[in-house]
């Protein structure tokens, strides 16, 4: 049975991910500002709201969607979660007593950045609509030029929170473009779509399939799950929070606070197993094996499941469901090969032609290949793209003057909260604009202070769990890990304290 369905797995079906564009050419007249900040997610709102509480309030927030909440905005798929404590992913300063659950699902996280946005003035600031299309230093002027689809601006500082889990990666399988029915990306989920009685396959069993497959399970006729490596999935421990729970909080702030101390430092001791002694995880794959056996009878099911890969390697997700899922009579999972797809099909390298109504493609992001750091051109024409793999601690990169980049290379975290990395990145940027700002000279990284640095990173993650032999998104197409920090949050938090401006050449 064919069914219409978008035909393009990456167009914006959900009314919030569709720019609010103004008319092309609206403006010729570049609007000035000393900031400009790009993107409206968790990083690029920490960062107006930290020039803020500092006294700048000359800038401009550039964001291509309609709305606030980047990741939390675009990933609407049924079951989308965060995977870290809901008293350890917010902002420092801006705790939320009331969290529903304590694992925070993305309607509240998406409420959460809108209401922060809104009590810190943030609209007046923002742009929406305009997606930056070319950003490019002017060595004359000392000034980078940016253009989006609705205007352009010139800027001293231009501080790019584009995130890291944003362009949605499909895959290359022959035909896909023939499919006839519903094809979608989990990041642009198209809700017009109804799962009862359909035919569908979720490709790919990342962190964001593992949180589908349950939602939809109950509803569809038929669900086929395409796995190209077997994920470990370990109990969640998810839980509503209670309403004396949250009074406490609201009425003793420090008890939450100690709350976000326990997880941060229980979730710290994790590192310890990833980047340290990878040895120590072994316990966790008992804990995993338990789970995954309790949960699945069939023996060739479970040999399926189990993971030929050291535990950490690739992300570890959580989910109480996930397994019993797979395990329900309406659901086959699938690990061979695709190698086609037909316009009501999947194929797989044994030849075995899977009927389904509907794709969805949990494939995941362009991580270390965004197409927008192609975009950014610093001295010389060096893109961002070209140049990435020199960033100095994930925030700043030779011969890109006055730029900053939140969530840049090896920012990213397996153990723990991203905000933890986010925030330790707005301590270094409002310090080294602080110590920038007086005179008019420009900024740029010491090349051999970067290459030191990332000679250092590249030297101990290959002794990491992540190096330890599998293939991940973390790695990049030459086998480079320029995805994770690798140690611990609170190391990275001390690296970050201060813009050494020794680091720098500065005029
Ligand atoms: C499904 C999912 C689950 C996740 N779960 C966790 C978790 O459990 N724990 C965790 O720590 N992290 C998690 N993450 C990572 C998450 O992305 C970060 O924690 C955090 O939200 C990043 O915020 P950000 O502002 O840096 O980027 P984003 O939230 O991605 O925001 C970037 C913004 O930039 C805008 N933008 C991009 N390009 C342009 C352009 N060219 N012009 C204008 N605007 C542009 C985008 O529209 C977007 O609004 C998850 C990510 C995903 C996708």
Redesign the pocket.
């Given at each position: 049975m064919a069914v219409a369905g978008p035909p393009d797995p990456l167009s914006p079906a959900d009314p919030p991910h569709r720019p609010e564009q103004a008319e092309p050419g609206q403006t010729d007249q570049p609007e000035q500002v000393t900031f400009l900040i790009?993107?409206?997610?968790?990083?690029?709102l920490g960062a107006a709201i930290r020039l803020k509480q500092v006294g700048y309030t000359d800038m401009a927030i550039?964001?291509?969607?309609g709305d606030v909440?980047?990741?939390?905005?675009?990933?609407t798929y049924p079951g989308?979660r965060?995977?870290?404590q809901s008293n350890l992913?917010s902002y420092s300063f801006e705790p939320k007593a009331d969290w529903r659950e304590s694992f925070p699902s993305q309607p509240e996280l998406w409420a959460y950045l809108r209401s922060v946005a809104s009590k810190h003035g943030l609209q007046r600031y923002l742009r929406f609509g305009?997606?930056?299309t070319a950003a490019r230093w002017d060595a004359d002027s000392c000034r980078w030029r940016v253009s989006?689809t609705a205007g352009s601006f010139t800027a001293r500082y231009v501080i790019a929170?584009?995130?890291?889990?944003?362009e949605p990666s499909l895959p290359d399988i022959p035909g896909i473009e023939s499919f006839a029915g519903t094809i979608m990306h989990s990041?642009r989920w198209d809700h017009g779509w109804e799962a009862a009685g359909r035919r569908v396959a979720v490709v790919g069993t990342g962190?964001?399939a593992i949180q589908i497959v349950p939602s939809i399970q109950p509803e569809v006729e038929h669900l086929t799950v395409f796995q190209r490596t077997a994920p470990f999935v370990v109990p969640h421990t998810n839980h509503p929070v209670s309403p004396q729970v949250s009074g406490l909080y609201r009425v003793l702030p420090a008890s939450q606070r100690a709350s976000r101390f326990a997880i941060y430092w229980m979730r710290e001791l994790l590192a310890f197993g990833f980047v340290k002694n990878p040895k120590l995880l072994k316990r966790a794959e008992l804990a995993w094996r338990k789970h995954m056996e309790s949960a699945i009878a069939d023996p060739v099911m479970r040999a399926q499941l189990t993971p030929a890969y050291d535990l950490g390697c690739k992300r570890v997700l959580p989910s109480n469901d996930y397994y019993p899922a797979i395990a329900r009579d309406n659901v086959s999972l699938v690990a061979e090969k695709i190698i086609e797809i037909r316009p009501d099909a999947v194929v797989t390298a044994d030849g075995a032609e899977h009927l389904v109504d509907t794709v969805i493609l949990a494939t995941g992001?362009h991580v270390t290949d965004n197409p927008?750091f192609g975009?950014i051109t610093g001295k010389n024409d060096q893109t961002l793209a070209s140049a990435f793999g020199s960033t100095y601690l994930g925030t700043v990169l030779p011969g890109f003057p006055n730029y900053f980049q939140?969530?840049g290379a090896n920012t990213g975290?397996g153990h723990?909260?991203?905000?933890l990395m986010?925030e330790s990145q707005l301590n270094y940027i409002a310090d080294g604009i602080a110590k920038t700002l007086a005179g008019d000279a420009p900024f740029e990284v010491r090349a051999e202070v970067a290459a030191g640095y990332n000679a250092e990173l590249q030297r101990k993650l290959p002794r990491t769990v992540w190096g330890s032999g599998c293939s991940s998104w973390y790695l990049d197409s030459e086998g480079r890990n320029l995805t994770l920090w690798p140690g611990f949050t609170f190391d990275f938090r001390r690296r970050t304290r201060e813009f050494r401006t020794s680091d720098f050449t500065i005029g």
């Open positions: 790009v993107g409206a997610g968790f990083s690029g550039v964001e291509r969607a909440g980047g990741t939390w905005r675009d990933n989308c965060c995977d870290v992913y305009h997606e930056v989006t929170a584009v995130g890291a889990l944003v990041a962190a964001s992001f927008t975009k939140l969530t975290l723990s909260s991203m905000l986010i």
